[in-house]
């Protein structure tokens, strides 16, 4: 028997989605019976066992954390061991030493540890994020100039790395990209800028969104996997 989380939504098409941490997601128009969509899941149980197969192999690392000296965190792609300071600070602190993430407040909590790491989090996202959005831009602008920069946004999401919503009449194009991207390397973080920047010239994921992208990213379908390695557990 098969397991999944039903979601409905103003859809038209039943969508079947393994996440990252191996369960099913089916996502169903608000009339279709609930008989019609397990039947849809049984008729595709080969095709879900397969995909959960393929995931298999690919270590898992949680974003989420709880924020306890010796536990594991991610930043540009590389492992840190958290470890507290000891001494006794006015101004909180996060630096990065040897193989550690170093947390520096004045109480040793889990809850000061996590605004703090947070905030730090989203302060270098930030920084590294616009840089290479600029590099991107750069890159994808001499090809097509006539587009107009996005605005970027950071934001911490439960389910995708990046969207971007289309221009209007009075705002730019905007772009946001998932915070916890900042965890993974320079290579998968551009793979999503591209992806995004893409969708300037082609709103959906057709044959010509494809040909653009792979233009710009000749192995995107490498790094979008490397990405699976973050799991971000969802609500
Ligand atoms: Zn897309």
């Not at 608000?30 to 397969?50: G, H, L, M, Q, Y």
């Not at 010796?70 to 930043?75: A, V």
């Not at 991207?181 to 010239?201: D, G």
């Not at 390695?229 to 609500?235: A, D, E, G, S």
Request: aromatic share 12%.
């Amino acid at each position: 028997m098969l397991c999944y989380k039903l979601i409905r939504s103003n859809r038209k098409t039943i969508q079947i989605q393994i996440l990252p941490d191996k369960t099913i997601e089916v996502r169903a128009p608000k009339n279709v019976s609930d008989k019609r969509i397990n039947n849809f899941v049984i008729s595709k149980e080969k095709w879900i066992t397969a995909k959960i197969e393929e995931k298999k192999d690919i270590p898992q690392i949680p974003v989420n954390h709880f924020y306890v000296p010796g536990e594991s965190f991610y930043f540009r792609g590389r492992q840190y061991i958290l470890k507290s300071n000891d001494k006794s600070v006015k101004k909180s602190t996060v630096y990065l030493l040897g193989n550690n993430l170093v947390i520096q407040t004045r109480l040793k909590t889990p809850e000061s540890f996590q605004s703090t790491f947070l905030r730090w989090q989203k302060e270098m996202a930030g920084e590294i994020f616009n840089e290479l959005f600029e590099e991107c831009w750069m890159h994808f602008k001499n090809y097509y100039p006539k587009y107009e920069k996005p605005v970027l946004t950071l934001i911490i999401m439960k389910s995708r790395w990046g969207s971007l919503s289309q221009r209007t009449k009075s705002k730019p194009a905007k772009m946001t990209l998932n915070t916890l991207l900042v965890c993974s390397n320079n290579n998968c973080i551009k793979q999503v800028i591209y992806h995004e920047l893409c969708h300037l010239i082609h709103p959906n994921h057709g044959k010509e969104f494809y040909e653009t992208f792979q233009f710009f990213v000749p192995d995107w379908e490498k790094l979008k996997n490397e990405l699976e390695y973050l799991f971000v557990v969802k609500n």
